[in-house]
């Protein structure tokens, strides 16, 4: 069935009545037993504490002593460079983190 054809058969289907059916209370029963929303605060304290234990779990596994090594062989330059660098990766996994989660659940 061609997009043209397709998009007729449905407007026509949709611009027909429907018969009501009863269902003897179970939508409004449904809709009763629904969790209530999350808030949004409760959201962002999810997402910090997220991020926290990501950080914590990083920085446990982290490499520190083959770090400090490196670091300590470079001139000031390459290693103010390098600790941009780690220092950007670190808060665009923890952004990405963060806004995925808030996109997620909210």
């Known amino acids: 069935m061609s997009a043209d054809k397709l998009d007729s058969w449905l407007e026509q ?10 269902d003897d209370g179970f939508t409004e029963a449904v809709m009763a037993r629904l969790p209530a929303p999350v808030s949004r605060r409760r959201l962002i304290w ?3 504490v997220v991020a926290v234990i990501v950080s914590l779990a990083v920085a446990l596994v982290f490499p520190w002593a083959s770090a400090v090594a490196l670091l300590t062989s470079l001139e000031a330059q390459s290693w103010l ?11 665009a996994v923890i952004l990405v983190g963060g806004f995925w989660g808030y996109r997620r659940w909210s």
């Open 46 to 48: 999810a997402n910090v």
């Open 81 to 91: 460079v390098l600790a941009a660098g780690v220092s950007g990766v670190f808060t």
């Open 13 to 22: 289907r949709l611009a027909e009545p429907e018969p009501y059916l009863d």
